[in-house]
């Protein structure tokens, strides 16, 4: 195919089906799907996540005074909230004891993919190199085959001869 062939749409949609197989160095690697969040909530650039925060009590943002009955309740939800942190200090810290299990297990599974492709690689070196070792006997083959066929025309010349000698003696 000429360069000016290779440049032009029509000569690259002719060529598209070619262009996924192996054979022909194509790959199906989507780097759309590559990048896909592994969940669709998870933070990361193009997703950043909620900025809301904890917010108990209102801001006072003006001065006040607070009578006894206030005081009192703000005291005991004060100290409910601060056991609420404590626990919910430790609840994030085991989130974020998962996440890192999690992200161990994704790496490892990614390396042992990567392992799997190596060896297909491999193995598919090693039957290619099988097929061009084949290849490369074939006319060794072909030569044993034409004198093989060349016996045999000889042995059936032999053999007719033969014959008609018997015939002519009988």
Same mark, same amino acid.
């Given at each position: 195919?000429? #360069?000016?062939?290779? #440049?032009?749409?029509?000569?690259?949609?002719?060529?598209?089906?070619?262009?996924?197989? =192996?054979?022909?160095?194509?790959?199906?690697?989507? %780097?759309?799907?590559?990048?896909?969040?592994?969940?669709?909530?998870? #933070?990361?650039?193009?997703?950043?996540?909620?900025?809301?925060?904890?917010?108990?009590?209102?801001?006072?943002?003006?001065? *006040? &005074?607070?009578? /006894?009955?206030?005081?009192?309740?703000?005291?005991?939800?004060?100290?409910?909230?601060?056991? $609420?942190?404590?626990?919910?200090?430790?609840?994030?810290?085991? @989130?974020? /004891?998962? $996440?890192?299990?999690?992200?161990?297990?994704?790496?490892?599974? *990614?390396?042992?993919?990567?392992?799997?492709?190596?060896? !297909?690689?491999? %193995?598919? *070196?090693?039957?290619?190199?099988?097929?061009?070792? @084949?290849?490369?006997?074939?006319? !060794? &083959?072909?030569? =044993?085959?034409?004198? @093989?066929?060349?016996? $045999?025309?000889?042995?059936?010349?032999? #053999?007719? !001869? =033969? %014959?008609?000698?018997?015939? !002519? %003696? &009988?």
């Amino acid at each position: 195919m000429g #360069i000016l062939a290779r #440049i032009t749409s029509a000569a690259k949609s002719s060529n598209k089906s070619n262009e996924s197989t =192996l054979s022909a160095g194509g790959h199906g690697i989507d %780097k759309n799907r590559v990048l896909s969040p592994t969940d669709p909530t998870v #933070i990361n650039p193009v997703n950043a996540g909620s900025w809301e925060t904890v917010r108990t009590a209102p801001v006072n943002d003006t001065p *006040r &005074y607070f009578n /006894k009955a206030e005081a009192d309740a703000l005291k005991r939800i004060a100290t409910q909230k601060t056991e $609420e942190a404590r626990q919910a200090k430790r609840a994030y810290k085991s @989130l974020k /004891k998962l $996440e890192q299990s999690d992200a161990q297990v994704h790496t490892a599974h *990614r390396t042992y993919i990567k392992g799997v492709a190596d060896s !297909e690689l491999t %193995k598919k *070196r090693a039957d290619a190199s099988t097929a061009r070792h @084949l290849h490369a006997l074939r006319p !060794e &083959y072909a030569k =044993l085959g034409f004198g @093989l066929d060349r016996a $045999e025309n000889k042995a059936q010349q032999r #053999i007719d !001869e =033969l %014959k008609a000698k018997v015939k !002519e %003696k &009988y």
